[in-house]
C-alpha cells in the first residue's frame, strides 16, 4: 500500500507524544513492504508558499511552508494576541491545502492517515475526503476545541478567551471533514469531543497508542523512598505541587523520599532550590526498563487534561505504581485496587496523602505489585486498524 502519515513535526523536530507515535508507524510500515510517505510543516519562514522535498531512507517526507506568517515550530515565540490570529488563519489556510491536494495527486495514496494538524491547516481534510485514499485522522489533543491544545483543570478563562475559543470551534466545525476512521487513544478523548458536538457521526475506535518492546529489567529491591517524575518541566505539567507536597512530606518524616526528575523545562532552575531532587536529561526511550527498575512509584501529577501518557503506561508495564491526577484519560490508565492512586490536580493536601499510604505500604514491605501489560506492539495496532480498511 502507499500510505501518507500527516503530522505537524516529523523528525529531526519533535515536541511530543504525535512524533513519536508517527515515527514509530513510519518506520514498522515502510519496514514491512508498504511505501510511506510523510507530509509535515516545515521549522523555516518563507516569504511565499514552499515544498521541501527530503528522502529519510526510504520514507520521502514533504516539508511546507510559508502560508501563515510564522511556522508552527515557532509558535511560542509569538504574543498572544498575534497567536490568536495565527490559529484562525491556521483553521482553513488554503494555500496550505492547496499544497497538499498537489502532493496527493502526485503520489496517488491508498490512505491518508492525518494526526496532528496544527500548523498544517484543517482545511487538508477536506482534501483527503475527496481524494481516492482511505481517510484516517488519529486524536492526540484538544486541538479542535481549544486553539492552545491544552485543557488546565480549574483555570478560570477571561471572557476574551472564552470567546475566541467559541468562534475557533464553529469555524473548526465548518472546516473539518469527517474522517473514514477516528482514532483515539483513550476513551475520555472521544467523550469530550463528541461532548462538543465534534466528530459525534465520524466511525470511531478507542485503541492505545503502539509503543515499541520493553526488555525485561528485573526490579531492585532497596529501603530507600525514591521516586520518579517524567515529563516537560513546565506548571501545566503539575511539577510545582509534587515538589510542594514532597517538601511538606520530608519536613515531618523520619524516612525523606528522593525524588528523581527525567526532563527539561523552564521551572528547572526553580526545582533546583529544593532538597532531596535531582534533576536528569531525557533518556533514549530503550534505557527507560534499566531507569525504571531503580523506582517503586512514579508520580504524574498533571494540570493539564492528559490523554493517554506514555510515561504511565511504561511504569505499568515495568511494574511500578502510579499516582495521578484524577483527569483526562489518566484514570482509563490506573488500578486504585491494584497499587495505584488518584488524587485531585493541584491539590498539595490530597498529594501528600497519597504519597503518605505509599510510603506506609513500602516500609512495611505492603507494596501490591502493580505490573500490568499494557503494551500495545505496533504489529498488532496496525493489524486491528488495518482490518477497517
Known sequence: MKICLVNSLYKPYTRG???????????????NGHTVYIITSDIKAYSKPNILREKQGVIEVYRLGGYN???????????????????????????SSRLFKDIIEDIQPDLIWCHNLKGLGYG?????????????????DVQYFDPSGLLIYGKKLSAIYTFARSVYTKMVKKVIAMPDLLISPSQWLLDLYKSKNLFTDANSIQILNPITELDNVEKKDTDELRIMFSGQLEVHKGILTLLEAIKEFNSKAEKKIILDIWGRGSLREQILIYDNVQINDWPEFNNWPKIMSNYDLAIVPSLCYENSPTAIRIAKTLGLSVIGSNIGGIPELLDVNNGDYLFEPGNVKDLLQQLEIFANRKLSHKLRSAKVDNTM???????????KL
Request: glycine share 4%.
Open 377 to 387: 506492539s505496533v504489529r498488532d495496532y496496525w493489524e486491528t486498524l488495518s482490518a
Open 69 to 95: 506568517f510564522s511556522p508552527f515550530y515557532s509558535l511560542s515565540d509569538m504574543g498572544p494576541f498575534l497567536r490568536l490570529f495565527w490559529h484562525y488563519r491556521d483553521i482553513k489556510s488554503k494555500v
Open 124 to 140: 487538508l481534510t477536506g482534501i483527503a475526503k475527496k481524494s481516492q485514499a482511505k481517510f484516517w485522522l488519529t486524536l492526540h
Open 17 to 31: 507524544g504525535a512524533e513519536v507515535i508517527v515515527n514509530i508507524l513510519a518506520e514498522y510500515l515502510s519496514n
